[in-house]
């Protein structure tokens, strides 16, 4: 439920009676029942669920209240209430006023004998929700179409089993409309009515179900096949029990199984409500002699397995329950229509001060468990901006009442771990902060982070993280750099319009590696200039001359201009998709620092100003006046763009048609000349 609020605003969670089934409402749209058929009630509701603030009773404006609903029926994105009156054969509006109480409004006739259970649905898929009305007095089903004013048309009757008990929605033949299952108390039957569009409904199908006197009906998909199956609760000697017959997904039910929930079960909600993912039970109970009127909530432990029940004291003769957020805390309340006494006992599910909580997830950097980032939801990790051999893991930084955290991480890779010693991570760390490393691969995921006060996943849990995030993995060539091709150490970067002296080097034996994303399976160089060559690496790291096992084969590269292209490749042998072409010219000269001399073989320094520079600058050498010399501009690609014989100190135009970007200047004649970078700018 948490989830539907935060991403859809105005949204508003409806349950209906002893539903699992989950309907998501705004003012002018209602959302599809989705793929599956499913959704589920208040999934990553936050609450510990056997804690519940006293009941608040209210008086309704009908007689022998037996049913009630949640939904935003006058589009003012409050939840409001529907309760039908099984003494006056009414349905009635219980506006809510944004303050946590309620406002009666009209009462509408149903034209059916005692109405009980009820639920709503946009059954004519105009926007506004629609109620329909299990009628145990006239053996039928009432569908109320609803309108804007939060007002009701006049019933229409379909025919089911004898004494309709409950009633669930879902979509059983997965058509995107919502479906009705009725259970039929004297029959022993659940009634399957499918939609046919605009309020109309097919003749029913009915199909026997496990045990006597069924009085209760939930739409879940229980089996995990995205089919929505429907789950009875029988209160008959011998057989206090809820049955599951499992959805074919064409409209159909099959054989299912039957599990214990307690004495004299009625009504039964589902809803998570202590935020760890898995479905929990409330069921109303009838009580005996001696024991009051209750509902009972059961935590659900996975596989169809539930834990004791707590129970909390509601009105006399509670008839049904329901399941949404009344008061905005995002945590699933309780709603109960008590016959008898004629009132709703509304239940507030506690605060969750004390409970462990996850308060932001990190990616990490499993090489040296340096932070990356956060990752949120919607977050896109590309690939590109890491290396080949690149690392990663998810961490949990939680609350200090957290002392366990589960991942579950699912799509084109997926993970299950439960973490009980800090830092939490995604594939563990041991000792604590060695991360395990995980190399994702492309594609859409999803992650869910769960907070434990206990070890190994025990104990009360807190707020459930759900996130979704995308990892992008395309071949990219992220920069150049000379490698000492005797022991694989970093000479220098290598960018372009470089000059590359030998004589200020380490090492004359060189290679020149390829830096490129992970998504990166092999790179193909293509070096023109003084010398040529062509070489397409598979293997990390990429290199111009080749390498085994990280032994490189050296390359002292003759003097002059080069230009190099390095093309990444998704797969090996330069085979997949293609990257993008990374091109770059360098020069490469060999002169010791003393040959750095004016023309008549003095020590001279050579200053440009300003650099950078626009369409001029003005060129000054040191030391006497000793005539013209030649100045040369080379470009990024070696195009001479400029050369003429100037004074030692004079002012030199370009002009504006020369393109902005890194230049070289060179100034003197033969061996005895100086270089120097420019950089023209806009």
């Given at each position: ?292 009127y209750y509902v009972g909530v059961l935590l659900g432990k996975g596989q169809g397995e539930f834990g004791p029940i707590t129970s909390f004291e509601v009105g006399a003769s509670p008839q049904q329950v329901a399941v949404g957020d009344l008061d905005g805390d995002h945590r699933s309340d309780l709603v109960v229509a008590n ?344």
């Amino acid at each position: 439920m948490r989830q539907s609020l935060l991403r859809m605003g105005a949204a508003l969670v409806r349950v209906h009676r002893l539903s699992f089934f989950l309907t998501v409402h705004w003012r002018h749209s209602i959302t599809r029942y989705g793929q599956t058929g499913l959704l589920v009630i208040g999934l990553w509701g936050s609450g510990w669920g056997q804690c519940f603030l006293p009941a608040l009773n209210l008086n309704t404006a009908g007689h022998r209240p037996a049913g009630v609903v949640i939904g935003d029926f006058n589009g003012d994105r409050r939840p409001d209430l529907a309760v039908t009156n099984s003494g006056s054969n009414t349905v009635t509006l219980l506006l809510n006023n944004g303050q946590g109480s309620f406002s009666q409004t009209i009462s509408h006739p149903v034209d059916g004998l005692a109405p009980g259970a009820l639920v709503s649905g946009d059954f004519n898929q105009d926007g506004w929700l629609d109620v329909a009305v299990a009628n145990r007095g006239s053996n039928n089903v009432s569908v109320l179409l609803g309108n804007r004013q939060g007002a009701f048309t006049k019933a229409i009757n379909l025919a089911v089993g004898e004494r309709p008990q409950a009633i669930a929605v879902g979509d059983f033949n997965a058509d995107q409309l919502g479906d009705l299952a009725v259970v039929n108390y004297t029959s022993n039957t659940v009634s399957v009515l499918l939609n046919q569009g605009q309020g109309r409904f097919a003749p029913a199908v009915c199909y026997q179900v496990y045990g006597r006197n069924p009085n209760s009906v939930a739409v879940a998909d229980f089996n995990g096949d995205t089919r929505p199956d429907v789950a009875v609760s029988t209160n008959g000697y011998s057989s206090e029990n809820v049955s599951v017959l499992f959805g074919n997904g064409q409209g159909g039910l099959g054989k299912g199984k039957f599990f214990n929930v307690g004495y004299r079960p009625g009504s039964i909600a589902v809803a998570d409500f202590n935020g760890d993912s898995l479905l929990d039970l409330a069921v109303t109970h009838g009580g005996n002699f001696s024991d009051p009127y209750y509902v009972g909530v059961l935590l659900g432990k996975g596989q169809g397995e539930f834990g004791p029940i707590t129970s909390f004291e509601v009105g006399a003769s509670p008839q049904q329950v329901a399941v949404g957020d009344l008061d905005g805390d995002h945590r699933s309340d309780l709603v109960v229509a008590n016959n008898e006494s004629n009132t709703l006992s509304l239940l507030y599910n506690c605060p969750t001060s004390s409970l462990p909580s996850v308060v932001d997830v990190s990616l990490i950097d499993a090489g040296d468990g340096q932070l990356i980032g956060p990752l949120t939801d919607g977050a896109q990790i590309d690939l590109r901006s890491f290396s080949a051999s690149a690392t990663f893991s998810i961490q949990a930084n939680t609350s200090a009442t957290t002392v366990s955290v589960k991942f579950v991480l699912s799509g084109p890779q997926s993970h299950t771990q439960v973490e009980s010693v800090p830092p939490y991570a995604l594939l563990g760390d041991f000792p604590p902060g060695t991360f395990k490393g995980w190399k994702p691969i492309a594609g859409s995921y999803r992650l869910q982070v769960t907070p434990y006060a206990g070890l190994n996943a025990s104990g009360p849990a807190g707020q459930s993280l759900l996130l979704h995030f995308t990892v992008i993995n395309s071949p990219a060539i992220l920069g150049l750099q000379l490698l000492n091709a005797d022991n694989g150490n970093i000479v220098e970067p290598l960018t372009d319009g470089q000059v590359v002296n030998l004589d200020a080097l380490p090492t004359r034996v060189l290679t020149i590696q390829a830096q490129a994303s992970a998504g990166t399976r092999s790179v193909r160089f293509n070096l023109d200039g003084v010398q040529h060559r062509t070489q397409t690496e598979s293997v990390v790291p990429f290199t111009l001359f080749g390498n085994t096992d990280h032994s490189f084969r050296g390359w002292t590269p003759p003097l002059g201009r080069y230009s190099l292209s390095v093309t990444p490749f998704s797969q090996a042998a330069a085979g997949g998709s293609q990257g993008a072409l990374l091109t770059i010219s360098f020069t490469v000269i060999d002169q010791p620092a003393g040959s750095r001399l004016g023309v008549e073989g003095q020590q001279r320094g050579l200053q440009v100003h300003p650099n950078p520079f626009k369409d001029s600058f003005t060129l000054e050498q040191a030391g006497p006046a000793d005539g013209a010399r030649s100045v040369v501009l080379y470009d990024g690609v070696g195009r001479k763009v400029y050369e003429q014989r100037v004074e030692s100190q004079q002012l030199i135009q370009l002009g504006a048609g020369l393109a902005p970007g890194i230049y070289l200047l060179e100034v003197g004649e033969g061996p005895r000349f100086q270089r120097q970078k420019l950089l023209k700018i806009p």
